[in-house]
């Protein structure tokens, strides 16, 4: 191998310079000549009957060029993720404010505004359901032919009752976590044109051209051939772009007037649309022997999933899989269950279910061992599931879980040791804690899901190479681990490589999701970079004349005694184009997703400063002791844990979608506050422990979702340490703060 090989390597993103350059395009950068503005008219009411639709102002308007409501739609007027039952514009009911009821295009974005606004739409107006323990009562406005319930799952072995009989104390308390918007810098946003070749393009944020192709297919009644959808490199998307969102829209438009168009949401409107992360109301009941065995866990989860399945019954899967810990309980119980509401619609958002139920289990397992006497982590060790034993939902651990590694290097760390230094010397009102949570998060789609990648690498006639993925970068960084895991096959170096992602012509490598791309689509451009090889070889040896086998040596090839440029080889025997293929091996499904062929780990350990005068909770100082296997850009990984750990941050202490009968009270970044510069802490630790995972490539595992999974339960503990207050809600706000530790001096 090259001596200079860029795997393990920091080296800069393949994207850096086009992006700190401004060259680069985003989805919400492109125009085009002769295009259209795209405005959206949503439901006025949460929940309503529409009894009619008067667009014949808005298109007498000069100026505007369509007017789409339901009727227009020439295929099905429905997608989703799982199952179509998101209207494209609702027909005869709202039941969000984010719905869609028609769309407008016209010359200008202030005309397309003008005109969506004379729209008259006459609604009856219906009682809105925004409790989610309402939703399965009789009396609950039901809000789908099936009822309310989106999905359930019931989960678990052994015996509970046994359990809790044996054990010495039982812990019981219910938690609610917050509704977290994704943020994301840049929001839903496209542009929709007919291409060279005549075909319908939308080139838009998401996470899967293929997914979002198929839905746009049998919206638009088009063959998938002619539809294309790109995803180039967008303003983030944390799973918050997995479902459709401006897709279908703009398609239409086009499809309708032949013109190109664009349309990019609006913060407020981009917030009341999209979907957020599930709030979740858990309650726990464990068990523990005075010696701090476990005896017994019991798990309810009701989500509330707002009006459409999107990947609801997929985010509680994951919860219920992750929900008893990477820890041993001879007996469990599991009931989950996600329900329909009238609030924002929820779906995928990084970490999947898994930060909710962390809330709860990480405090619970800090009260279990306070109880038995036991330091934190030397409680967790106890627990640990060994491999062979039975998880929560019943899998069985694979034999690469490294918990007890993490757990010796956080208690080798920094801030282990010095933690009671660190506490002391604040003052008279300040208190200072130090908590720990751990996690595991898997990684792929888990059992039964189909989670294959196809990539290609093309050798191309200048002697340069070309990368083909489907899955697109959101910003996390992927694409360039994979030109840093075919630049270290092919033996050459990133610079060497040119990149083709998020295109629906490419080969499918499926979803940028579920912490899969490095995992999944790595391995996958491994083999093609494998492939590519074995075809240079093979067309060195059609110049062959000698007994010796040619060799590959990164840009020529060695035949007959001479080097001969690869450029060369690719003009003569051109095209050269290898192609890999990966499937990770799947474990027996517990049901349909469960469990995930492999996991990682993780501890992150706050160092947090409350202020008793106000109430503000300051987290001064992180660690995160994470094995994400293998690591193919340390500053990457680094990246992926600052990050994780900011948005953590915000989930923990200041971010929740506030809704008053089904109305969202905060949808701008200036009243839905994510943490700043000045709320993250100067001081992220992110120690790599790389333990390899056999089945990874070059032994990587998953990283994204992990780095943000346990950072709520470990600022939540670091509280209890500094004023010996549990929360059982998050956000913790100051005003929480204040009116908790008033209640404490009372007593
Ligand atoms: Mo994700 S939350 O699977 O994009």
Redesign the pocket.
Known sequence: MLETSPLGQPIPRVDAYAKASGAHVYPSDVVLDNMLWVQVLRAAHPHARILSIDTSAAETLPGVVCVLTAKDVPGENRFGLLVHDQPVFCEERVLYMGDAVAVVAAETDDLARQARDLIRVEYEVLPPLTEPLWALQPDAPQLHPQGNLCAELHLGHGDVALGFAEADYIFESSYQTGRQEHAFLETEAGAAYYDEAGILTVCAGG?NPFKDRQQLAVALNLPEDKLRVLHPMMGG???GK?DINVQIHLALVTQRTGRPCRLMLDRNESITVGVKRHPFQVRYKTGVKKDGTLTAIEVTILADTGPYITLGPAVIGLAAEHCCGPYYFPHTKIDAQAVFTNNCNAS?????GNPQVLVGLEQHMDIMAEAVGLTPIAFRRKNVLQPGQAAGPGQITPASISLPRVLDAVEQGELYARREALKSGVGRWKRRGVGLAAAWQGFGLGAGVPDGATVRIELQADGRYRLHASSPDMGQGNVTAFVQMAAHELNCSAADFEVTIGDSLGPDSGS???SRTVFVVGSAVINAALDLRSKILAAAQRLNTSAEPPRFTGRAAEVNGQSIPLAELAVEFGPLVGEGYFHPQQPTPVVVGIPHPAYSYSVQMALVEVDLLTGEIEVLQMENYLDAGYVINPAGAEGQSEGGIAQGLGYALFEDILLSEGRVLNPRLSTYIIPSIRDVPAQINTVLLQEPEPMGPYGARGIS?ICLSPTAGAILNAIYDAVGVRFERIPVTPEMMLAALAGQTSN
């Not at 995928?348 to 999947?352: I, K, Q, S, T």
């Open positions: 996470q998307a944390f799973g997995e995928a958002f990084r970490g999947f940028s999701n579920a979702e």
